[in-house]
């Protein structure tokens, strides 16, 4: 979003709790990544749009099947953060402040460790509902199988979609009311989701200003222009899996799903 990707794509250099609300804003059929939202504390303001009308049959159809053959790859590169291999592998990347990344194999999710010890390198926790509202890395198939339930479908040009979806603000916040409309740009090539650049209106709330280097603290905003997410490599993502079981330990999940524990610490630590 201002490059678009200065707060929701971003580089992943916050690390991985900034990815995560791309997956939380599925209702709205679209990814909201490096704004994760705090709780409200300023006047609110809330939006509210008539639904969406229904588009032409044929052109939803034709939609739908460009979207099942997209989900159908055996795997494909995600806004090049995230390798994603069928049917359930995803592995997400980030460079700062220090390469590292975090693998989801089904419902168990493995990040690395901070610390200086050799082994364990890796923790691993089970991909809980409470897990999953801090860590999403299956934003590629959330995105994609939201957009299977679109039907306000028009067609641009002569092998792209616009997309409108109309969601609940509480995507961004718990605690926001009234509604954020979506218009994505769906770009096509090959009869393959390429990129989708999405423009959202509605009052909703953000933990930072476009573009911001870095957190400044929660922010009301009315809209969020265009930003792109791609998709590409498709059928041509190297193989991975689980880390050995040898480098892994269990650990315990802090209260609030966004951290970790070790049994005989005692003390929280973001994932």
Same mark, same amino acid.
């Given at each position: 979003?201002?490059?678009?990707?200065g707060q929701l794509v971003g580089t992943l250099s916050r690390g991985p709790r900034r990815w995560t609300p791309?997956?939380? !804003?599925?209702?709205?059929?679209?990814?909201?990544?490096?704004?994760?939202?705090?709780?409200?504390?300023? #006047?609110?303001?809330?939006?509210?749009?008539?639904?969406?009308?229904?588009?032409?049959?044929?052109?939803?159809?034709?939609?739908?099947? !460009?979207?099942?053959?997209?989900?159908?790859?055996?795997?494909?590169?995600?806004?090049?953060?995230?390798?994603? +291999?069928?049917?359930?592998?995803?592995?997400?990347?980030?460079?700062?402040?220090?390469?590292?990344?975090? *693998?989801?194999?089904?419902?168990?999710?493995?990040?690395?460790? +901070?610390?200086?010890?050799?082994?364990?390198?890796?923790?691993?926790?089970?991909?809980?509902? &409470?897990?999953?509202?801090?860590?999403? *890395?299956?934003?590629?198939?959330?995105?994609?199988?939201?957009?299977?339930?679109?039907?306000?479908?028009?067609?641009?040009?002569?092998? &792209?979609?616009? !997309?409108?979806t109309v969601g609940g603000a509480s995507s961004f916040d718990p605690n926001d009311a009234g509604q954020v409309?979506?218009?994505?740009?769906?770009?096509?090539?090959?009869?393959?989701?390429?990129? !989708?650049?999405?423009?959202?209106?509605?009052?909703?709330?953000? &933990?930072?200003?476009?573009?911001?280097?870095?957190?400044?603290?929660?922010?009301?905003?009315?809209?969020?222009?265009?930003?792109?997410?791609?998709?590409?490599?498709?059928?041509?993502? #190297?193989?991975?899996?689980?880390?050995?079981?040898?480098?892994?330990?269990?650990?315990?999940?802090?209260?609030?799903?966004?951290?970790?524990?070790?049994?005989?610490?005692?003390?929280?630590?973001?994932?």
């Open positions: 979003m201002s490059d678009p990707r791309w997956s939380l !804003v599925a209702v709205m059929t679209l990814l909201a990544a490096g704004s994760l939202v705090a709780s409200l504390h300023t #006047a609110p303001r809330y939006s509210y749009f008539a639904s969406p009308p229904s588009g032409d049959p044929r052109v939803v159809s034709t939609f739908h099947t !460009v979207v099942r053959r997209t989900l159908d790859e055996p795997s494909f590169r995600f806004d090049n953060a995230i390798e994603y +291999r069928s049917p359930d592998l995803f592995l997400v990347q980030y460079a700062a402040p220090t390469p590292s990344s975090l *693998i989801e194999v089904g419902h168990e999710l493995y990040f690395p460790l +901070r610390t200086t010890t050799p082994e364990p390198r890796w923790g691993r926790v089970l991909l809980t509902s &409470n897990v999953a509202r801090n860590i999403r *890395i299956d934003a590629p198939k959330v995105l994609l199988n939201s957009l299977l339930h679109a039907d306000d479908v028009a067609r641009d040009g002569d092998s &792209n979609f616009t !997309v409108t409309e979506a218009t994505m740009t769906v770009y096509v090539n090959d009869d393959l989701i390429s990129s !989708v650049v999405t423009t959202l209106r509605g009052w909703m709330t953000v &933990n930072d200003p476009l573009g911001a280097p870095r957190p400044t603290g929660l922010t009301r905003v009315s809209s969020i222009h265009p930003f792109a997410i791609t998709y590409g490599d498709f059928g041509h993502v #190297a193989r991975f899996g689980a880390p050995p079981l040898s480098e892994t330990t269990p650990l315990i999940i802090c209260d609030n799903g966004a951290g970790y524990e070790a049994p005989s610490r005692g003390t929280c630590v973001d994932f």
